[in-house]
């Protein structure tokens, strides 16, 4: 029944969200503060708008009931297909094809496929005639999830489309489909991605370049030369500090220097004297700008943040009164869960520096609306759960 029960609603969840949105317009505003003097820039009012859409959203859908979903299951996964098709017919930005321009804005569909495929995962594997130990069905779910990630691998967005495997195998596991094959097909890619890093680590350079200590490889042709650079910078100390491994260094720079408790809001040295870049110290490093102001502390509390944003996802996923609901929490969870840890991990040196932002913080539009469409989703779940 669709209809929104105030009793009922997730309210640290929507509390946790309103403090997110209100901390990031604050630290979007910093990261483009230079002086008193310097205009700072509109990005903070527009993320407040995108927050504004978002809850919007957010509100439509925890008012629809979740079931609603499942039968247009197909159309969202479709409709999503078609976008990520879509994009190809506009013209390259930056060398890549991941946006689709309309007035005033881009739109970037494969955020949208992201849900898309939580949404057709869930409803394909909750039918109640599913037999979850047949091979076909592994092999539908891996269809389901292949062509999206394909797509969206060709725009090139590797680190997005990476992002489909661990919400797919989080959802696969649970339901228990082949889970043998499930863990051989990990292991594989697993290895498949240390013989490639590996293969990147001592490919020969290009052509005019001196070769380094163990670079005989001939050079790799599956990858984009900035995707390689950014592996190498995360496998070699000091690879190219001026250029790929520039924001890498700048970023733990940033963090490191906020010490205990930071250097306080709009005192970052390394973003405002232009150290970390201004191009993605509002988007895909947004953390590094709130360690450098807040400390450890601060830090902290961000990861406090998202655990109780987090366990709000999982709470819906236990207590969600059938296996579709279920599902559908459990992938936004584990989406949301992936995008804090691999972008946290970037900054800090844990990780290779990928696009992949900051849930609830990061400036973005699509990103912005499509986290709270998501989380709007795990809301209507969690209220029409199970009293137990």
């Given at each position: ?7 009922r609603?997730d ?39 995108f ?53 005033g ?6 955020e ?46 590797l680190?997005t ?18 889970r ?35 670079q005989?490889?001939?050079r ?16 070699t ?37 232009g ?52 599902l ?45 469409i ?15």
């Amino acid at each position: 029944m669709n209809g929104i029960q105030h009793r009922r609603i997730d309210w640290a969840m929507l509390g946790t969200i309103l403090v997110l949105i209100g901390l990031s317009a604050a630290f979007i505003y910093s990261a483009q503060f230079k002086s008193e003097a310097d205009p700072v820039g509109t990005n903070w009012i527009k993320q407040l708008v995108f927050a504004g859409l978002g809850l919007c959203a957010y509100g439509a859908l925890t008012w629809l009931d979740y079931q609603a979903l499942a039968r247009m299951a197909w159309f969202v996964y479709g409709g999503a297909v078609v976008l990520l098709l879509a994009v190809f017919l506009f013209p390259e930005v930056n060398g890549a094809h991941r946006w689709i321009p309309l007035p005033g804005i881009t739109f970037q569909p494969s955020e949208v496929a992201k849900v898309a495929v939580v949404v057709a995962l869930a409803a394909w594997l909750a039918a109640p005639d599913r037999d979850l130990d047949e091979w076909g069905t592994f092999f539908a779910c891996a269809a389901i999830v292949g062509l999206p990630f394909l797509l969206i691998a060709a725009e090139p967005d590797l680190s997005t489309s990476l992002m489909l495997a661990p919400i797919s195998l989080a959802i696969m596991l649970y339901m228990g489909v082949q889970r043998k094959l499930l863990l051989a097909a990990m292991a594989a890619v697993l290895l498949l991605a240390a013989a490639c890093c590996l293969w990147i680590k001592y490919e020969r350079p290009p052509e005019g370049e001196e070769a380094g200590p163990g670079q005989v490889l001939p050079r790799m042709p599956l990858l984009q030369e900035y995707q390689k650079g950014r592996i190498k910078v995360f496998l070699t100390k000091n690879h190219d500090l001026a250029d790929a491994g520039w924001n890498k260094l700048q970023s733990q720079i940033a963090v490191g220097s906020g010490g205990l408790r930071g250097k306080g809001w709009l005192q970052g040295t390394q973003n405002n004297l232009g150290f970390l870049p201004r191009t993605v110290a509002p988007t895909d490093f947004i953390f590094c700008v709130v360690a450098e102001e807040t400390g450890f502390v601060g830090g902290m509390f961000f990861i406090l943040l998202y655990t109780v944003l987090l366990g709000g996802c999982m709470r819906a996923a236990l207590r969600a009164r059938d296996e579709f609901g279920r599902l559908l929490a459990l992938g936004i969870g584990t989406m949301l869960f992936c995008h804090v840890f691999v972008n946290i991990a970037m900054t800090i040196g844990l990780l290779p520096i990928t696009g992949l932002p900051l849930p609830l913080m990061s400036y973005g539009g699509s990103f912005m609306v499509v986290t709270m469409i998501a989380l709007g989703l795990v809301q209507s779940v969690y209220q029409r759960r199970r009293i137990r």
